[in-house]
């Protein structure tokens, strides 16, 4: 019956705010060291997430339905919702005054890991509420991940069907393979994030700054402590942040393949060279717009590029300076760099390299389907044949991104925005990239002062792009309502 599954998802989101609400106290507590009266936000979040998540959990107890389509696009859903409410509310606890809103778009772009911000004065900002920004994104990481490789290929979502583990579908024990799996995809995202938070301290960086910093680059999510995000700290800390962001955007099968398995023919999947070559490209004519637009050495403007070129791809957000005051190439560069997006099975958002892949290779069989009208040209993906079904669900995954972009930019536009700031939004926000083109959210800008309505556009944007599309489009369909 539909109602248990409204039991099974309703015990699993009370388990994971709870979890949320834990992790809470490592900001709590930092502001009770500083001196911060922000620690009693945090206490009163934690003490009311933590008596309704218990009561939901004790209520839902008990026996639940397998794990199915329909509880998995319901639950998959309800999670982001549930918890980017539980990470809103130390914000609108806090002693700074924030509204429903602002607190709402912060704690979204914070789990989606968009990275866009509705706060300045970041340097200023008391340290717990600093950390807990960057402990939204780093949890919204790791999430991330397992959605991307345990939960998206199960529910067939634009194409991810066909990175469903191989592993799982032989096993007799499916279940035990996948809790071994999280265990290691959790120690390893914790292994990385240490190394990047040392590196960053040795590089320079303070340790608090080198831990948020490295929290918020392995989940590609962009956060900073600074409001000048990158653009104080030297070429060492920059070179250690592309490292860790290219890391960040690659599958994370690809490191268990390489160094558990030693598997480096399997490990190296086409969207990974597909991702290093576009960067590549892009960052050629990115240096030439840095190197004649500004009073950057060759060195710097190399550094320069690179680093911002890999920050928009990989959908990290930072920024070392306002890339739009390099031309109006440089401009066109970074707005192709939105749409890109890291790899499948990755912390990155964005439309995904093997999607750009898959379209590359079906336009170019459709081509030769026109010159050998007999002629019967398969599509393939890693050196294997992609199926007629995950085909079909990358063209209309496709579709509906370019629907809603130009749909919701109209929308934006609609609210007083000019057509750079409504279609750069869009885009920043659907490929969860954080900061767009224009004067207000570029770059050098952010997003507090656009309307109520403006904010609330992007926040259902940052889900949508998070989500992947398709499953809030299943759940806004009448037809997943309708009986069993």
């Not at 959990?57 to 026996?63: T, W, Y």
């Not at 389509?69 to 509310?89: A, D």
């Not at 303070?206 to 000048?228: E, K, P, V, Y």
């Not at 890291?342 to 093997?354: E, I, N, P, R, V």
Request: aromatic fraction near 12%; include cysteine.
């Amino acid at each position: 019956m539909f109602s248990d599954s409204y039991r099974t998802v309703a015990y699993v989101n009370g388990l994971f705010c709870l979890y949320l609400a834990l992790g809470m106290l490592p900001a709590m507590a930092v502001d009770i060291i500083d001196g911060n009266d922000d620690w009693r936000g945090f206490l009163s979040a934690l003490f009311l997430v933590g008596s309704l998540s218990g009561a939901v959990i004790l209520a839902n107890r008990g026996q639940f339905q397998p794990f199915s389509l329909r509880i998995g696009f319901l639950l998959v859903t309800t999670l982001w919702l549930s918890t980017s409410l539980v990470s809103s509310l130390p914000f609108l606890f806090g002693a700074r005054d924030i509204s429903f809103t602002d607190a709402a778009f912060e704690a979204v772009s914070g789990l989606t890991t968009t990275g866009a911000t509705v706060l300045s004065g970041l340097d200023d900002m008391p340290r717990g509420l600093l950390l807990w920004r960057s402990t939204t994104q780093w949890l919204g990481g790791i999430g991330i991940v397992a959605m991307g490789l345990l939960v998206f290929p199960f529910l067939r979502i634009g194409g991810m069907q066909f990175f469903r583990m191989e592993s799982s579908e032989r096993s007799d024990k499916p279940v035990a393979r996948i809790q071994t799996f999280a265990v290691s995809l959790i120690g390893l995202y914790c292994l990385l994030t240490l190394v990047c938070m040392v590196l960053y301290a040795v590089g320079g960086m303070t340790w608090f700054d080198a831990l948020n910093h490295a929290m918020t680059t392995i989940s590609t999510a962009g956060f900073s402590t600074r409001d000048s995000s990158f653009a104080q700290f030297g070429d060492l800390i920059l070179v250690t942040a592309i490292i860790f962001m290219l890391i960040g955007a690659m599958p994370f099968t690809a490191f268990f393949l390489l160094v558990l398995n030693n598997d480096y023919k399997r490990a190296m999947d086409s969207q990974i060279a597909a991702l290093l070559l576009i960067i590549l490209v892009l960052m050629v004519p990115a240096f030439a717009s840095a190197s004649s637009h500004g009073s950057l050495s060759a060195t710097d403007a190399l550094i320069h590029s690179l680093f911002n070129v890999v920050s928009i791809v990989t959908t990290t957000g930072y920024a070392t300076t306002d890339y739009t005051q390099w031309g109006t190439l440089s401009a066109g560069v970074f707005l192709v760099a939105m749409f890109v997006g890291g790899c499948a099975g990755s912390t990155a958002g964005g439309f995904k390299t093997y999607r750009l892949i898959i379209l590359f290779q079906t336009l170019r069989v459709s081509v030769r389907e026109l010159v050998y009208p007999n002629g019967v040209f398969p599509v393939y993906y890693n050196n294997k044949r992609i199926s007629p079904e995950a085909l079909q669900s990358v063209t209309t995954f496709f579709t509906a991104y370019i629907a809603i972009l130009f749909l919701f930019t109209l929308l934006l536009a609609a609210t007083g925005l000019d057509l750079v700031t409504a279609f750069t939004g869009t885009l920043a926000t659907l490929s969860n990239v954080g900061p767009a083109l224009g004067d207000i959210i570029g770059p050098a800008g952010h997003f507090g002062p656009l309307s109520d309505t403006a904010k609330w556009l992007l926040i259902m944007l940052m889900f949508l792009g998070r989500l992947e599309i398709m499953t809030v489009l299943v759940i806004a369909s009448p037809v997943f309502w309708r009986g069993n």
